[in-house]
Nanobody, 124 residues
């Protein structure tokens, strides 16, 4: 089992920045590819960014490419999502997820563990 707890969400003006954190506990964190997904009101949960177990490879949704950066610190069992140039359309609940895999996947159903989510609200 892997437990994931997100933090760092909040209210920010358009153009602002936030850094989300996801703290993991349980089984070996470094064995898991990690990802961030988000879900806006009335919409399906969508892929945002992912990182391999080693941190050597990352992948982003087109909508956040160049504005968001995913990273991880395996010594701290934590994955991060740095978000800059935030837009109102980035408003959503952001979820951290873990996949016992050596490759990155963007499909929601492939992920084994999920956090409870953290709310990000971007005002215009």
């Amino acid at each position: 089992q892997v437990q994931l707890v997100e933090s760092g969400g909040g209210l920010v003006q358009a153009g602002g920045s936030l850094r989300l954190s996801c703290a993991a506990s349980g089984r070996t964190f470094s064995s898991y590819a990690m990802a961030w997904f988000r879900q806006a009101p009335g919409k399906e949960r969508e892929f945002v960014a992912a990182i391999t177990w080693s941190g050597s490879d990352t992948y982003y949704a087109d909508s956040v490419k160049g504005r968001f950066t995913i990273s991880r610190d395996n010594a701290k069992n934590t994955v991060y999502l740095q978000m800059i140039s935030l837009k109102p359309e980035d408003t959503a609940v952001y979820y951290c997820a873990a996949d016992y895999s050596i490759v990155i996947v963007t499909i929601l159903d492939e992920y084994d563990y999920w956090g409870q989510g953290t709310q990000v609200t971007v005002s215009s």
